[in-house]
């Protein structure tokens, strides 16, 4: 038994990432500010991937989120107020780090390239403000381009006489 004068600190190896992307090293290495209450904050994936989703929905040229099942599956969800802000979006988390895939509707005439790297700024900007992660990766997969007269498909279809 150790006398009460040996004090004894936690240390951690880390943990091996098999080929991941995000750190994965044991929050215990990680040193306690002086007066912190020593602790373990876990941050769920499925907050990162919310605060992603919203971050890129305010992006100036994103029309949506997901790919085309993914978007009707929306459009549902919306109908009965349970719109899911995680649509379209996958991350990966580890303790200190954290990765965002997402796959966006452009609307048109909207320059492609400047609305990705605009997702990308914004989603890596919030996961780091918000939930205090360093961001190693921001993929955008740009699926579709919305086309202003896409959601007047109701009045193409009244009849042109009286």
């Keep these: 038994m150790a ?10 190896a880390p943990v091996a990432t098999g080929g991941a992307r995000v750190d ?5 290495a990680r040193p306690v500010a002086p007066g912190a209450t020593a602790g373990r904050t876990v941050i ?9 989703g919203i971050a890129a929905r305010e992006v100036l040229g ?13 459009f549902f969800r919306d ?30 005439p909207a320059p492609i390239q400047e609305v990705a790297d605009n ?12 939930v205090g992660l360093e961001v190693v990766e921001v993929n955008v997969e740009v699926n579709d381009v919305h086309l202003p007269g896409d959601d007047n498909d109701d009045d193409a279809d009244e009849s042109r006489v009286a």
């Design 62 to 74: 994103v029309y949506a989120l997901g790919g085309g099942g993914q978007r009707a599956l929306g």
């Design 44 to 52: 769920a994936d499925g907050v990162v991937a919310k605060v992603a």
């Design 119 to 130: 997702v990308r700024a914004a989603v890596a900007g919030a996961i780091t403000r918000l």
């Design 79 to 108: 109908a009965i107020n349970a719109t899911d802000l995680t649509q379209g979006v996958k991350v990966e988390v580890g303790e200190t780090q954290a990765a965002a895939d997402l796959t966006i509707v452009v609307e048109y």
């Design 3 to 12: 006398s009460n004068t040996e004090k004894t600190t936690p240390t951690a």
């Design 24 to 28: 994965r090293t044991d929050a215990l």
